[in-house]
């Protein structure tokens, strides 16, 4: 695990290894500048950690990552997985070069830098979650096409059958029937809906009622980790007092984002999943220089109505949910996995090949989502320790 974010993606895998005596599953922390989100996320697993510099002079059977520092060290085959919906990001721009040091720019997590060491393709499988994933891999890095396997999208299918459950979500926020949940998500960087949110907010709390609407932020966990928890709540903390719900970095924002009724994003991952749902989508920001023209991110850019600052909030939601574009929508969800409802099951058969062994017998379930947290526990002043959410 690297960080919050990648760590949310490992632990989808963490049930299909579940009851399976001849299996242990050991973690570890990867190099990573955002390290501290994925220290938070095991200590919230009650997981004890193998310290990584032991962990690279340990054999085992295999190993699983959704990011790519340092695993060119690991004593096992290698399964990568993406750690976001799409393939959206292009690669960052660090001092004027690109931080795969690549030039053009590649596809975050496609190019060689990702997926190669020393001229040799790190990965024993790399699992991708559509059908056009190949295409791009074969643009960005051909000599990983041989190991590349297309098994889905974990967060596809939990967010797709937990849909039958929004009305119990909401009861759970504390959403009244006639009140309206409006998501503000944000991914990292500084393209993101974050680097302008003391913009946004301002407006959300000023021009929208509460007993009509209900306002939750979702930061990327990035954010969290590279600024401070601390820091975070400090600067939202006037927010939160005028009834602004944080969501905490390591709750299952998935839930909140079924029952929302509007998302306000950026090109981050969440936005592209709000597809999936009934929330009625519009884009604070949008870095287009940022972003994977080829991506179903870039074509959501094309659909979604961008927020307008010079008319009233009302007046944009109700347009924006008036024209909603449902034939679009469901054409660019569709883009987010090739193989709906069975990540389980080929993510099980890939991990087993590799590992040598017979699957259990029985069928990969897929989950409904846990119910979340009231907002109003998100909202208080005095709710400045977060407590995970259960999963």
């Known amino acids: 695990m690297h960080t919050e974010v990648y760590g949310q993606r490992l632990r989808e895998l963490l049930p299909l290894l579940e009851s399976d005596l ?15 989100g994925a220290a938070r996320s095991l200590r919230a697993m009650g997981s004890t950690v193998m310290p990584w510099e032991e962990a690279v002079r340990t054999e085992f059977d295999l190993a699983l990552a959704a990011g790519s520092q340092g695993v060119e060290r690991l004593r096992a085959p290698l399964i990568r997985l993406p750690h976001g919906a799409g393939h959206m990001k292009l690669s960052r721009v660090v001092d004027g070069k690109t931080a795969d040091r690549e030039e053009p720019r590649t596809v975050g997590g496609l190019g060689r830098s990702y997926l190669m060491w020393d001229g040799r393709v790190v990965p024993k499988a790399f699992a991708l979650a559509h059908q056009a994933d ?14 590349a396997e297309v098994v889905g999208d974990a ?13 119990a979500y909401r009861e759970a926020l504390g959403l009244r029937p006639e009140q309206k949940l ?14 302008r949110i003391d913009a946004l907010l301002p407006r959300l709390v000023a021009e929208l009622p509460r007993h009509e609407y209900r306002i939750a932020v979702l930061l990327h966990p ?47 991952s969440v936005t592209l999943y709000a ?40 007046e944009q939601l109700a347009y924006a949910a008036a ?8 054409r660019i969800a569709a883009r987010i996995s090739s193989e709906p409802g069975r990540f389980n099951e080929l993510m099980r058969k890939l991990m087993y090949r590799i590992l ?5 017998a029985h069928q990969p379930a897929v989950r409904p989502l846990p119910l979340p947290e009231p907002l109003e526990s998100l909202e208080s002043e005095e709710g400045l320790t977060w407590s995970p959410t259960a999963s």
């Open 22 to 36: 001849r299996i242990q599953v050991v973690f570890t922390i990867a190099p990573h500048a955002f390290n501290e």
């Open 134 to 147: 190949l295409t791009a891999l074969e643009r960005w890095c051909p000599e990983a096409l041989p190991v």
């Open 155 to 167: 967060d596809h299918d939990r967010i797709t059958a937990s849909l039958p459950h929004r009305a």
């Open 182 to 195: 409006i998501m503000v998500c944000s991914t990292w960087g500084l393209g993101s809906s974050f680097n």
């Open 222 to 268: 990035n954010i969290h980790a590279g600024h401070g928890d601390w820091q975070v709540k400090a600067w939202l903390a006037g927010f939160r007092r005028r009834g602004v719900a944080v969501v905490p970095p390591d709750a299952d924002w998935r839930s909140h984002l079924i029952a929302a009724d509007w998302v306000i994003g950026d090109h981050g």
């Open 275 to 314: 597809t999936l749902t009934r929330a009625t989508i519009l884009l604070a920001r949008f870095p287009d220089g940022d972003v994977n023209p080829e991506s179903p991110g870039a074509e959501l850019a094309q659909v979604a109505p961008a927020l307008s600052p010079a008319h009233p909030l009302p």
């Open 323 to 330: 024209e909603y574009p449902a034939r679009e929508y469901a």
């Open 356 to 360: 040598g062994l017979g699957r259990p």
